[in-house]
């Protein structure tokens, strides 16, 4: 069976190029705009499906603990090293540890591009979906606040959501705007206090 992230590549993102190139033009009607809304989620969906997935694999789970344990390895063997020269098996075993460990992080990293890859498109695709229909108005304006609400920290995904964003009618979100306000509010207040400490520990490195 085809990794998700082939599928994506080779079914859904041509698809994905086709309508943003082809629904929005005037002439459109709304059979044809309703249909590339349902395309649009369909697609949200496999990619929101699969983000999870991998958030949940037991194989990234496997990579940073091998990545953890290398570094940890590689540390007590450099750390022997300024002491005293190393034997020629512990040599050896340096060279297989940085040489594991890089190919462990190649991996790692891999897996971490694909996972932010199907987020991005996620919520990318759950706006256009709204943007274009009330089809999916129950539900998709939670999927989007909570897909960036456990990443909210990310601000290549907070910049590409707002711009995906512009389009969608901002009554959609009238029922959250007790919490996106709570929640923005939170995060002006912590700038603030990440501010004042920096300041603090300034003055205390003068002093």
């Given at each position: 069976?085809?990794?998700?992230?082939?599928?994506?590549?080779?079914?859904?993102?041509?698809?994905?190029d086709?309508?943003?190139?082809?629904?929005?033009?005037?002439?459109?009607?709304?059979?044809?705009?309703?249909?590339?809304?349902?395309?649009?989620?369909?697609?949200?969906?496999?990619?929101d499906?699969?983000?999870?997935?991998?958030?949940?694999s037991?194989?990234?789970?496997?990579r940073?603990?091998?990545?953890?344990?290398k570094?940890?390895?590689?540390?007590?063997l450099?750390?022997?090293?300024?002491?005293?020269a190393?034997s020629?098996?512990?040599a050896?075993?340096?060279?297989?540890?940085?040489?594991?460990?890089?190919?462990?992080?190649?991996?790692?990293?891999?897996?971490?591009?694909?996972?932010?890859?199907?987020?991005?498109?996620?919520?990318?695709?759950?706006?256009?979906?709204?943007?274009?229909?009330?089809?999916?108005?129950?539900?998709?304006?939670?999927?989007?606040?909570?897909?960036?609400?456990?990443?909210?920290?990310?601000?290549?995904?907070?910049?590409?959501?707002?711009?995906?964003?512009?389009?969608?009618?901002?009554?959609?979100?009238?029922?959250?705007?007790h919490?996106?306000?709570?929640?923005?509010?939170k995060?002006?207040?912590?700038?603030?206090?990440?501010?004042?400490?920096?300041?603090?520990?300034?003055?205390?490195?003068?002093?």
């Amino acid at each position: 069976m085809e990794k998700p992230a082939v599928i994506w590549e080779r079914y859904f993102q041509p698809a994905i190029d086709y309508l943003q190139s082809h629904a929005a033009s005037s002439d459109a009607d709304y059979s044809s705009v309703a249909a590339a809304a349902r395309i649009f989620h369909e697609c949200a969906v496999f990619a929101d499906r699969h983000y999870h997935a991998l958030s949940r694999s037991p194989e990234i789970v496997r990579r940073k603990i091998y990545v953890e344990r290398k570094q940890q390895e590689i540390h007590e063997l450099e750390s022997q090293q300024r002491r005293s020269a190393l034997s020629n098996d512990d040599a050896r075993n340096l060279s297989r540890a940085k040489k594991l460990l890089q190919a462990d992080r190649e991996v790692f990293s891999q897996h971490i591009e694909t996972q932010r890859a199907f987020l991005y498109q996620a919520t990318t695709l759950y706006a256009h979906s709204l943007a274009r229909s009330s089809l999916f108005d129950d539900d998709v304006h939670v999927r989007v606040v909570s897909l960036w609400y456990s990443n909210f920290d990310d601000e290549e995904l907070a910049d590409n959501l707002g711009k995906a964003l512009d389009d969608v009618p901002s009554h959609k979100f009238i029922f959250l705007s007790h919490q996106l306000t709570a929640r923005l509010a939170k995060s002006e207040q912590q700038e603030p206090n990440t501010s004042t400490s920096s300041r603090k520990k300034s003055r205390s490195t003068e002093s």
